[in-house]
């Protein structure tokens, strides 16, 4: 099974609105976190936000902010407010401890391409 | 200050050749890990190492090998180069010990090393 499903290949969204980028994961540990990255068309790897397992609350950051739904393991990223700059690759990642070497792995979807329309 | 750097930033070359790509981080990070992304962006882990000794080498052909000198670094060396080698490579590297609300729990990316194999 996979460790982390993201169902949209594209989206679009006119700036200014907000857009949700779905991710679904797949854990039985009780302790793991869940990140968002963004990959612009330049390539590099942008690190947005991140949620624990045990963190209560939505993780935000600015405009972004993580929908963590623990019950339904889903963990949507929502951009509000888009902006022509956001428009990029979003990797929704989870990490899982391995306990047998004492480290932590990470999972990444397959990403959604989000385009920002003028 | 760049926390997590690769050389060469980009690289081409003829199939059959041998090259090495370096990785150096100065997060103090134990654990260290190469990516592949093709052409359809998808993330590929390779390699996890944690303080020096490989712990995953997920499927990886035996002309990949990598070679931690100390914790910081994290090399890659391909032999005999084949032109579905071709893609991003990705450095990162991440804690060991994961304290559940802090920040900097995520991955740091370098910047990638774009291989081309012609």
């Known amino acids: 099974a996979q460790k982390i499903t993201q169902t949209q290949p594209g989206m679009f969204v006119q700036e200014k609105e907000a857009v949700t980028l779905d991710c679904t994961y797949d854990?039985?540990?009780?302790?793991?976190?869940l990140f968002w990255y963004k990959q612009p068309s330049s390539g590099e790897m942008i690190f947005l936000i991140y949620?624990?397992?045990?963190?209560?609350q939505n993780a935000t950051e600015g405009r972004y902010s993580l929908n963590f739904q623990k019950a339904r393991k889903s963990a949507n990223l929502v951009i509000s407010a888009s902006q022509l700059g956001d428009s990029a690759m979003y990797f929704c990642?989870?990490?899982?401890?391995?306990?047998?070497?004492?480290?932590?792995?990470?999972?990444f979807g397959s990403g959604t391409k989000l385009n920002v329309k003028p | 200050d760049t926390a997590v750097s690769q050389t060469p930033k980009y690289l081409v070359t003829q199939m059959g050749n041998d090259k090495s790509i370096k990785c150096e981080q100065n997060?103090?990070?134990?654990?260290m890990y190469w990516y592949k992304q093709d052409s359809k962006k998808f993330l590929k882990i390779m390699f996890s190492?944690?303080?020096?000794?490989?712990?995953i080498n997920e499927t990886v052909p035996n002309r990949f090998s990598p070679k931690s000198p100390d914790k910081a670094h994290l090399n890659l060396h391909i032999n005999s180069l084949e032109l579905g080698d071709s893609a991003v490579y990705f450095c990162?590297?991440?804690?060991?010990?994961?304290?559940?609300?802090?920040?900097?729990?995520?991955?740091?990316f370098g910047p990638g090393t774009r291989l081309t194999v012609l």
């Open positions: 990162a590297s991440s804690r060991k010990v994961v304290f559940q609300r802090r920040l900097d729990n995520e991955q740091f």
């Open positions: 854990t039985s540990d009780q302790s793991y976190g």
């Open positions: 949620q624990g397992s045990y963190d209560e």
């Open positions: 990642a989870m990490r899982e401890g391995v306990r047998r070497y004492n480290f932590n792995k990470f999972y």
């Open positions: 997060l103090g990070h134990d654990t």
């Open positions: 190492y944690n303080n020096k000794e490989l712990i």
